[in-house]
Nanobody, 126 residues
Framework: QVQLVESGGGLVQAGGSLRLSCAAS????????MGWFRQAPGKERDIVAG????????YYADSVKGRFTVFRDNAKNTVYLQMNGLKTEDTAVYYC???????????????????WGQGTQVTVSS
């Protein structure tokens, strides 16, 4: 089992920044690709960003490219999502996810991930 705990969500004005953190425990963190997903009311849970085991490979949804950065610290068992230039359409519950992998690629589907955090709310006001 892997336990994931997100933090860092909150209310921010459009154009502002937030950094989400996801602390993992329970298994060897460096064996897991990590993803950040988000779900707005009435919408599907979609991937925002992902990062491979080593951190060398990343993926970003088109809607966040150039504004969000995902990075990980394997020594601290933590993955981060730096969000800059926030827009009202970024408002959602953000979830951290861990997916066991034997390669250094990033999964972009929910089915690529085995464990999920409880989510943290991000609200961007206009």
């Amino acid at each position: 089992q892997v336990q994931l705990v997100e933090s860092g969500g909150g209310l921010v004005q459009a154009g502002g920044s937030l950094r989400l953190s996801c602390a993992a425990s329970g298994r060897t963190f460096s064996n897991y690709a990590m993803g950040w997903f988000r779900q707005a009311p009435g919408k599907e849970r979609d991937i925002v960003a992902g990062i491979s085991l080593s951190g060398r490979n990343t993926y970003y949804a088109d809607s966040v490219k150039g504004r969000f950065t995902v990075f990980r610290d394997n020594a601290k068992n933590t993955v981060y999502l730096q969000m800059n230039g926030l827009k009202t359409e970024d408002t959602a519950v953000y979830y951290c996810a861990a997916g066991h992998r034997l390669d250094d690629y990033v999964g972009i589907r929910r089915s690529n991930y085995d464990y999920w955090g409880q989510g943290t709310q991000v609200t961007v006001s206009s």
